[in-house]
């Protein structure tokens, strides 16, 4: 198959959801479409299986919780899908939000019931930023919740989304009757089977048809006809060009765990959904079908194997093709390295590859070389932009616990830092060392992971802090700015690449020292323009 070809038929996507809202019995329901996997349940066992084999799992599994972001592929009609699997709990949202970096779009996963959730807004959010695809799903139809458009309405103003419904929900709840299928004017009844791997569709034209009656009952046909009949007074047409630009948001309706709805909702993601995107590096915007090999490091696995301590450093390919044994610069070390088993993902295996094209994610095996964001390349120069740190919510003064294990803790911090697992800021007053996360848990899986991994013992101490801001003043030499440093010198400190961090100790101060030095920009993101 030609370079091109491979580049169109790939699908990688993310897909993100408040816990519970059905993200995994999705995922696996459109593995089993791929015949990926044969068994409903095969990838919730997999998450227990991972977890057992390894001491750090060993945490998210006593917690119940899927810290591991995975990569999942399957073919379905001709198209390589790679779903990047994204922890739905907030401590890793972190996790989830470099995972965003190297999707193409997303399919977001909304419970009936209960509406447009926290973390569902967030990640939503970095998706709108980021101008990425955005597909929602409305699951649970089979239980009982709100008004269709009440929830097509919160959705808009919740996620600032345009949204336009390509089906909609006849009945709900004990009276669901099925979908009706906006994008392929066609009806699926609902029969509640979850093993029916492909609903029966009537096709239906014009819903005007006295066959409609027939089909779902008169009181449903009148609903429906009614319900279409507003949908298009006030939803735009669907258009193809709006989706992809992140301008207009198609929804779908449907039961995950009744495996219904998510045939149609594949077919028409891999119909619309974009192929790999081109990706802007500092230097330039870099497009797939470049001849040359580029990619870059959006997430760093630890031990999944504990008999080999190694790390496993999950790579996008942006353009050309990866392969086995050839040469590339790691650009931030300026250092050729050559990957003899690189791993490609596949359903939920991992299997040794020779050569991966854009889209793809391959697993390279690193003993330490490196960061979260490096960049591989065939000899160029580039950098690749967009994955900035996040304003952690919680920060920890961090201990040595054992004074003759300095150098390992050290050594680990290091390395936990490199893979994303919290952020490091050094105060500039007296050097010492605070830990900042998303969420408390973090904190233990630090403590944990230093003793286990590295033979190191680290105690903590509380350091109120309410945000980090990162620091960007207008004019570094002015008098503004000198006295910023001088009057707020307890509260700075550096980031670990040198950037420079303002810890305000509450909203107020933060408040009050932006109105005290308008010239001193203050950002909540280590990224900015
Ligand atoms: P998550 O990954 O987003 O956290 O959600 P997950 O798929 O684990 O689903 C959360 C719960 O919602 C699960 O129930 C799941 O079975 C249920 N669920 C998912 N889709 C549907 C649906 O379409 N209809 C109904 N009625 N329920 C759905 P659980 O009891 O928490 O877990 P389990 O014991 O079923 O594994």
């Known amino acids: 198959m030609s370079f091109e070809k491979e580049i169109q038929k790939r699908r990688t996507f993310g897909i993100i959801s408040h816990p519970d809202a059905g993200k995994t019995t999705l995922t696996e329901k459109l593995l089993l479409f791929g015949g990926a996997i044969q068994e409903a349940g095969a990838v919730k066992n997999n998450k227990i299986k991972k977890s057992a084999t390894s001491d750090f799992m060993e945490i998210e599994r006593q917690r ?51 509406g447009v959730e926290e973390q569902t807004e967030k990640l ?57 299928n906006i994008y392929e004017k066609n009806i699926n009844l609902f029969s509640g089977d979850s093993k029916k791997n492909i609903e029966e569709t009537i096709a239906f034209d014009d819903v005007q048809s006295p066959e409609l009656e027939t089909v779902i009952g008169e009181k449903a046909a009148t609903t429906l006809r009614d319900d279409l009949e507003l949908v298009n007074g006030v939803y735009p047409k669907f258009s193809k ?15 995950a765990l ?32 470049e001849k040359d090999f580029t990619g870059f490091v959006f997430k760093i696995h630890a031990n999944m194997d504990p008999k080999h301590r ?15 044994n050839k040469p590339y610069l790691h650009v931030r070390n300026n250092k ?58 919680h920060f920890r003064y961090i201990n040595n616990g054992d004074p003759m294990k300095a150098k390992p803790l050290y050594k680990g911090i290091d ?17 010492r060392k605070i830990i900042g996360t998303v969420g408390a848990l973090q904190f233990e899986v630090i403590q944990y ?3 286990h991994e590295y033979g190191a013992k680290c105690t903590y101490e509380n350091f109120p802090v309410f945000k980090a801001c990162w620091v960007d003043p207008d004019d570094k030499n002015n008098d503004e700015f000198k006295e910023f440093k001088r009057v707020k010198q307890k509260f700075l400190a550096k980031d670990k690449q040198g950037q420079l961090v303002f810890l305000a100790d509450s909203q107020f101060s933060l408040q009050m020292t932006q109105q005290k030095y308008p010239s001193v920009k203050l950002h909540f993101t280590s990224e900015f323009e």
């Open 124 to 180: 939503v959010e970095v998706c709108r930023m980021r101008k990425i695809p955005i597909i929602v799903f409305i699951n649970k139809l089979d239980r009982e919740g709100k008004d269709a458009f009440d929830l097509l309405d919160e959705v808009e103003q919740k996620l600032g989304l345009s949204v336009t419904p390509l089906s909609f929900p006849i009945g709900m709840g004990y009276d669901f009757k099925g979908i009706y």
């Open 241 to 255: 060009e709006k989706y992809l630009a992140s301008e207009q948001q198609p929804v779908f309706f449907g039961s």
């Open 336 to 393: 050729k390295l050559k990957f003899s088993s690189p791993n490609a993902f596949f359903a939920e295996k991992k299997e040794i590859v020779d050569i991966s094209y854009p889209g793809d994610i391959v697993g390279l095996h690193d003993t330490g070389h490196f960061k979260i964001g490096d960049t591989l390349t065939e000899g160029e120069e580039l950098h690749y932009k967009g994955i900035p740190s996040f304003s952690p919510e």
């Open 258 to 289: 009744n495996n219904f709805g998510v045939r149609e909702l594949l077919d028409c993601f891999i119909e619309i959904a974009p192929s790999p995107r081109p990706k802007r590096a500092e230097e330039r915007e870099v497009v797939a079908n």
């Open 449 to 451: 992971r230093l003793e």
């Open 415 to 431: 390395q936990l830092m490199d893979e994303g697992v919290a952020q490091l800021f050094t105060l500039e007053l007296n050097g």
């Open 64 to 114: 119940g919780i899927s810290v591991a972001t995975s990569v999942l592929a399957f073919i379905y009609k001709d198209k390589k899908i790679n779903i990047l699997d994204t922890p739905g709990h907030k401590d890793f949202a972190e996790d989830t939000f470099r995972t965003l970096t190297a999707v193409d779009s997303v399919i977001v996963v909304i419970d009936v019931a209960k």
């Open 310 to 324: 190694d790390r496993l450093a999950f790579i996008k390919i942006v353009s050309g093709t990866f392969e086995r």
